[in-house]
């Protein structure tokens, strides 16, 4: 829901209150705004931080961690500027930030001119780094798919939403006694696993003896009562082309029946780009049933909560008025960058066009637009 003084994401978002008086903020909510809350006694800060705060299953509530990672965007902006300046823009900041689906490829086909722009701003001393909202795969398997497609990137510069979902459990100290049910695809266990953690589901389930969830059926006789994993205390949920009714059930007696149960999302994206013929639906769908059924917000890591932003700034020890963040998406890229306090460009060769971006009813305006990234080449040959 928006208006002309308000947009409100269901992520998170940085506060600033004043620090001698209170503040409002609208918190968004499924089908209508609630009423106004006061702040007081905080000069700024951050949903995301709060969230972190969360050190247990017990301290981490339902409504407590949705809330926490609430997203509040208080003013509109003005219009977008086509980027007519690329020398500018470089060397204004020290970071990149580059969306990979429809900025970097579509599906396994590389965008015209990746390699060149990317080799150009590594040449100027610029930082890049990768932020994906797809889980499927993890940060290893990621730079497998950059080194495919003839692109040199470290590990270190890519963070993908499986990623994001561990580093957010480990953030929060999740009781390694606890496990975590996986409605998602290899990238979320490999990064679970990496973390030292102890999961169930995705496609393939290792504790019911390497049977893949993905293909289990329910059968409804008379008086059927399926069972579920009393140590489950966290559920995340992410893209899984093995999606069922299994896990929908599975997924929804955790986080009903579970006291504490954690419901993460890795993202909301409706659409994505599993090849360049067309759109399809994205992770948003898989969370959306589970948000149906246990009638709960989850808590979102991926973009556009500031989580992943706030992490890699301290992890490179990054200024946020120093980066760039460069994606197809008004509602998770450009928000990300918005949220974080960064410059953000929206390109024209992903999910948005430029109709979209110029429609009245779109309240999300980036500082620039261009067609796609390569635009950095032929944008700075023009001027010299």
């Keep these: 829901m928006a208006t002309k003084a308000a947009v409100s994401v269901s992520v998170a978002a940085s506060i600033t209150a004043a620090s001698s008086s209170s503040s409002k903020f609208v918190i968004n ?75 970097i490829w579509k599906g396994d086909k590389l965008i015209d001119g990746v390699p060149e722009t990317l080799d150009m701003l590594r040449s100027k001393g610029k930082r890049l780094v990768f932020v994906t909202n797809n889980s499927t795969k993890s940060r290893k398997q990621y730079g497998k798919k950059f080194e495919t497609l ?22 929060i100290n999740f009781p390694k006694d606890k496990k975590v049910y996986v409605i998602g695809e290899d990238g979320i266990l490999k990064e679970l696993e990496l973390a030292g953690f102890q999961y169930l589901g995705g496609p393939v389930c290792k504790h019911f003896n390497l049977h893949e969830d993905g293909g289990k059926k329910i059968e409804l006789k008379p008086g059927f009562l399926m069972e579920h994993d009393k140590d489950v205390g966290a559920v995340v949920v992410g893209f ?31 659409v994505t780009h599993l090849t360049d013929a067309q759109e399809w639906a994205g992770g948003g769908s898989m969370v959306g049933a589970i948000c149906g059924s246990t009638q709960r917000e989850p808590l979102v ?84």
Aim: charged share 20%; hydrophobic share 40%; with cysteine.
């Design 240 to 270: 899984d082309r093995y999606f069922n009714y299994y896990k929908v059930q599975y997924g929804t007696l955790c986080i009903r029946e579970n006291p504490g149960c954690l419901f993460i999302a890795t993202n909301r994206d409706a």
């Design 150 to 171: 003839g692109l040199n990137v470290n590990e270190e510069e890519i963070f993908a939403s499986s990623f994001a979902a561990a580093a957010y459990l480990k953030s």
């Design 29 to 103: 909510t499924p089908h209508r705004f609630l009423c106004l809350k006061r702040l007081s006694s905080f000069s700024s800060f951050s949903a995301s931080a709060l969230a972190i705060k969360c050190t247990s299953i017990s301290n981490c509530s339902p409504n407590k961690s949705a809330r926490s990672m609430e997203g509040f965007t208080t003013r509109t902006r003005a219009s977008a500027q086509p980027l007519e300046n690329a020398s500018e823009l470089i060397a204004s900041v020290e970071t990149f930030i580059f969306d990979c689906d429809g900025v």
């Design 301 to 384: 890591v991926g973009k556009p909560s500031t989580f992943m932003m706030d992490y890699l700034a301290n992890k490179f020890g990054i200024l946020k008025s120093q980066i760039c963040m460069v994606g197809d998406r008004l509602d998770t890229d450009i928000l990300f960058g918005q949220n974080g306090g960064c410059k953000t460009l929206l390109v024209l060769s992903g999910v948005t066009s430029l109709s979209m971006l110029q429609s009245p009813s779109n309240s999300i305006q980036p500082d620039f637009y261009t067609n796609k990234i390569s635009d950095f080449l032929s944008i700075k040959a023009a001027t010299l």
